[in-house]
């Protein structure tokens, strides 16, 4: 044990050190064709609330496990500001050969969420080492997703870069999936009212800042930001009301709250910006929270068991499912609309429409799901380290700690 220790001491600085040389090479020689790395420039305080909710409140909100807290919000910091740069490298990369692709870090911070979704269901469970690698494999996979849907299916670049819930939520699931269980006697992966309560300070802070992360990039600022908060609003007040119905004693459950409250910003994430009736907005928000708080009870109670699967945060149905349903909806609506404009007299047109729609998000779901089998395979092998199953869940084995802390 001692042994080992120091080896995952070892490695974790000079990967670290490996990979800023590579950024800081970047940023010397540069790449012929990279477009404007700080773009939009005039968006840069909608550019800050998307960094507050990714590293504060995303940090927070993954503060969930009683004895991992450190590790939670520290990180999620770590692996955020490693992976922008090396988001901006791969980009880097591909606009040299991809010309709609353009660089910027907003971009950069947008995509990084993926990242972040995927970290909560592997949550205690990956070293440092693993969560870096997932990393970079994930970004690098992400933004092959996105080329395809944005090459071969002609997706718009804001809409593709709207897939981060979908991918990083399955692609979590995928790798997950090979980590060994925890131990029937291990109870480190309960929560407690202090971690319960800096959870929900993170939950508040994503809920405050999505309409700026679904507005960013879109052309209708205005209507995004209007049908986001709506529908977080709507979606908000949906998890209480179902919280307290589901309940046997009528009280609310603070895993409703974390997880349902955000539904709505998921759910509109693909259509806030082109959503020309409110009203429609607001009932993606109710409709999101619903299958969040019903997916809990039935994914938690059959679907993971069957399937010896441990979502350590809940991503599959804080995330995965509310983003099927958004862009289900997506596709709905947008049918309706052109629909509408045809008179229905274009029906061969509306049928590919459907088609390259569906495609799209089946494709990224498929493409997470069967990268992240490969990665949670790959983070196993003996090189990385990975942590037996008794040290799952515990600050200690990372970070000094003291006894004090540990107790509590």
Partial sequence: MPSRYLNFCCSVPWLLLLLQTLFLIRS??????????????????????VNHMVIFGFGFFLM??????????????????LGVQCSVLVEDCLVVFLSFLSCSLARATVSMTAVVISTGAVLGKANPVQLIVMTLVELFVFYVSRCINRTFLQVPDHLSLMHVHLFGAYFGLGITSRF????????????????????????????????????????????????TYLALAVSAVAAFMLSALTSKNGKFRMAHIHSAVLAGGVTVSYTAHSIQHPWIAMILGLLGSV???????CIQRCF???????????????????AVLGAVAAV???????????????????????????????????????????????????????VHVSKYFDDQFYWEVSFKMISD
């Avoid at 969930?64 to 500001?81: D, E, H």
């Avoid at 480190?188 to 202090?194: D, F, G, L």
Wanted: one cysteine or more; aromatic letters at 14%.
């Fill in 28 to 49: 010397f020689f540069g790449f012929p064709g990279v477009g404007d790395v700080y773009s939009p420039s005039n968006f840069y305080p909608e550019f800050q609330d």
């Fill in 64 to 81: 969930v496990l009683r004895r991992y807290g450190f590790s939670s919000t520290g990180f999620n910091f770590l692996l955020i500001v």
């Fill in 180 to 227: 060994p269980e925890p131990p029937p006697g291990l109870d480190k992966h309960r929560s407690t009212p202090k971690s319960d309560l800096f959870s929900l300070l993170g939950t508040v802070f994503v809920w405050v800042f999505w309409p700026s992360f679904n507005s960013i990039l879109a052309d209708s600022k205005k209507e995004a930001v209007l049908n």
């Fill in 291 to 297: 299958i969040t708080v019903l997916g809990s009870h």
């Fill in 304 to 322: 993971n068991p069957a399937l010896k699967l441990q979502d350590t945060s809940g991503v599959h149905f804080t995330f995965g499912l509310p």
């Fill in 332 to 386: 709905v609506l947008c049918v309706v609309e052109k629909g509408i404009d045809t008179q229905w007299n274009n029906l061969p047109s509306l049928g590919y429409l459907v088609f390259v729609d569906v495609g799209a998000f089946c494709q990224t779901i498929i493409t997470a799901l069967t990268t992240g089998l490969i990665t949670g395979l790959i983070l196993n092998i003996k090189l990385l380290k990975a």
